[in-house]
Nanobody, 128 residues
Framework: QVQLVESGGGSVQAGGSLRLSCAAS????????MGWFRQSPGKEREGVAAITTGGGTTYYADSVKGRFTISQDNAKNTLYLQMNSLKPEDTAMYYCAAGVGLGYQWGLLLHPSSYNAWGQGTQVTVSS
């Protein structure tokens, strides 16, 4: 089992920045990828950013390219999402996810089917 706990959410003005953290614990061996997803009321969960844990290759949704950066600290078993130039449309619950013992395709790293462990979420609210 892998447990994921997010932190760092909050309320900011448009144009501001936040850094989200995801602490992983439990049996993390076999984790092939990790990612960040977000969901707002009445909408489907969407992939924001992903990283392959072994190679460190990153992937981003078009809507956040150039503004968000995903990174990992393997020594601390921690995943990060640096969010800059935040917009009101970034408002959502943000979830950390890990794919443990699963294969994945490059084109599905931003799809929830690549992940089987999820955090509880942290709220991000951006006001104008």
């Amino acid at each position: 089992q892998v447990q994921l706990v997010e932190s760092g959410g909050g309320s900011v003005q448009a144009g501001g920045s936040l850094r989200l953290s995801c602490a992983a614990s439990g049996y993390t061996y076999g984790t092939g990828c990790m990612g960040w997803f977000r969901q707002s009321p009445g909408k489907e969960r969407e992939g924001v950013a992903a990283i392959t844990t072994g190679g460190g290759t990153t992937y981003y949704a078009d809507s956040v390219k150039g503004r968000f950066t995903i990174s990992q600290d393997n020594a601390k078993n921690t995943l990060y999402l640096q969010m800059n130039s935040l917009k009101p449309e970034d408002t959502a619950m943000y979830y950390c996810a890990a794919g443990v013992g699963l294969g994945y395709q490059w084109g599905l790293l931003l799809h929830p089917s690549s992940y089987n462990a999820w955090g509880q979420g942290t709220q991000v609210t951006v006001s104008s």
